[in-house]
Protein backbone atom coordinates (compact mmCIF):
# COMPACT_ATOMS: atom_id res chain seq x y z
CA UNK A 1 0.00 0.00 0.00
CA UNK A 2 2.72 2.40 0.64
CA UNK A 3 4.36 1.88 -2.89
CA UNK A 4 1.36 2.29 -4.16
CA UNK A 5 1.06 5.37 -2.71
CA UNK A 6 4.63 6.72 -3.81
CA UNK A 7 3.86 5.63 -7.05
CA UNK A 8 0.99 7.65 -7.54
CA UNK A 9 2.77 10.64 -6.29
CA UNK A 10 5.64 10.04 -9.02
CA UNK A 11 2.99 9.03 -11.53
CA UNK A 12 1.43 12.92 -11.20
CA UNK A 13 4.53 14.26 -11.63
CA UNK A 14 4.60 12.09 -15.25
CA UNK A 15 7.37 9.65 -13.89
CA UNK A 16 7.38 7.12 -16.48
CA UNK A 17 8.60 4.51 -14.66
CA UNK A 18 6.22 4.86 -11.58
CA UNK A 19 3.31 5.64 -14.20
CA UNK A 20 4.67 1.65 -15.11
CA UNK A 21 4.62 0.59 -11.69
CA UNK A 22 1.15 2.27 -10.94
CA UNK A 23 0.05 0.03 -14.21
CA UNK A 24 1.44 -3.07 -12.25
CA UNK A 25 -0.24 -2.23 -9.20
CA UNK A 26 -3.62 -1.76 -10.99
CA UNK A 27 -3.17 -4.99 -13.13
CA UNK A 28 -2.70 -7.18 -10.08
CA UNK A 29 -4.20 -5.50 -6.73
CA UNK A 30 -1.11 -4.84 -4.74
CA UNK A 31 -2.08 -2.05 -2.54
CA UNK A 32 -5.49 -1.33 -4.19
CA UNK A 33 -8.11 -2.88 -5.85
CA UNK A 34 -7.43 -4.72 -9.13
CA UNK A 35 -8.45 -2.14 -12.12
CA UNK A 36 -7.86 -3.16 -15.64
CA UNK A 37 -8.74 0.21 -17.33
CA UNK A 38 -6.78 2.29 -15.16
CA UNK A 39 -3.67 -0.28 -15.23
CA UNK A 40 -4.34 0.25 -19.06
CA UNK A 41 -4.46 4.18 -18.56
CA UNK A 42 -1.21 4.11 -16.53
CA UNK A 43 0.86 1.88 -19.01
CA UNK A 44 -0.31 3.89 -21.93
CA UNK A 45 0.65 7.44 -19.89
CA UNK A 46 4.63 5.71 -19.33
CA UNK A 47 4.67 4.30 -22.73
CA UNK A 48 3.82 7.88 -24.11
CA UNK A 49 6.91 8.48 -22.26
CA UNK A 50 9.40 6.30 -23.88
CA UNK A 51 8.96 3.22 -21.17
CA UNK A 52 9.58 0.19 -23.10
CA UNK A 53 7.97 -2.31 -20.57
CA UNK A 54 4.88 -0.04 -20.74
CA UNK A 55 4.38 -0.18 -24.95
CA UNK A 56 4.78 -4.00 -24.09
CA UNK A 57 2.11 -3.91 -21.82
CA UNK A 58 0.14 -1.76 -23.94
CA UNK A 59 0.37 -3.56 -26.75
CA UNK A 60 -0.53 -7.26 -24.61
CA UNK A 61 -3.68 -4.86 -23.47
CA UNK A 62 -5.00 -4.48 -27.04
CA UNK A 63 -4.41 -8.00 -27.85
CA UNK A 64 -6.24 -9.45 -25.08
CA UNK A 65 -8.98 -6.57 -24.24
CA UNK A 66 -7.58 -6.36 -21.14
CA UNK A 67 -8.97 -2.69 -19.66
CA UNK A 68 -9.08 -1.63 -23.73
CA UNK A 69 -11.30 -3.30 -26.20
CA UNK A 70 -9.52 -5.96 -28.68
CA UNK A 71 -7.20 -4.37 -30.66
CA UNK A 72 -5.08 -7.33 -32.35
CA UNK A 73 -3.16 -4.95 -34.71
Known amino acids: AMA ?5 ILACEGVAE ?3 ELGNCYRSGLGVEINDYLAFLAYFRAAQ ?11 G ?3 IGCG ?3 DPE
Open 18 to 20: ALF
Open 4 to 8: FSIYE
Open 61 to 63: CFL
Open 68 to 70: TQT
Open 49 to 59: GGHIEAMESVA
